[in-house]
């Protein structure tokens, strides 16, 4: 049972990233999913949820606009598309999945020229 995080990397500001989260072990349509992000000193935020069959969604108001949280049920799964992406954004990016309590390992996005 686990989540994979990938996607992250250095970008400039204006600048667009996708991350991805792939999941295993377990039946990922049942479950809503969501993307946190940490920055050292500071506690995990909420950034988007997406339900279970991905016709709900939720963003933090510091992303909403440019950021755009999906899912393919087929592959396992979910996405964070991050566009006009400012310093501030910078964090370690952490997909969580719903009902099973379970985080992936992270992944680092660093907004910087």
């Known amino acids: 049972v686990q989540l994979v995080e990938s996607g992250g990397g250095l970008v400039q500001p204006g600048g667009s990233l996708r991350l991805s989260c792939a999941a295993s072990?377990?039946?990922?349509?049942?479950?809503?999913m969501s993307w946190y992000r940490q920055t050292p000193g500071k506690a995990r935020e909420l950034v988007a949820t997406?339900?279970?069959?991905?016709?709900?969604?939720k963003y933090a108001d510091s992303v909403k606009g440019r950021f755009t949280i999906s899912r393919d049920n087929a592959k396992n799964t979910v996405y964070l598309q991050m566009n006009v992406l400012k310093p501030e954004d910078t964090a370690v990016y952490y997909c969580?999945?719903?009902?099973?309590?379970?985080w992936g390992q992270g992944t680092q996005v660093t907004v910087s020229s």
């Open positions: 969580y999945s719903e009902g099973i309590y379970l």
């Open positions: 997406i339900s279970s069959a991905g016709g709900s969604t």
């Open positions: 072990g377990f039946t990922f349509s049942w479950y809503g």
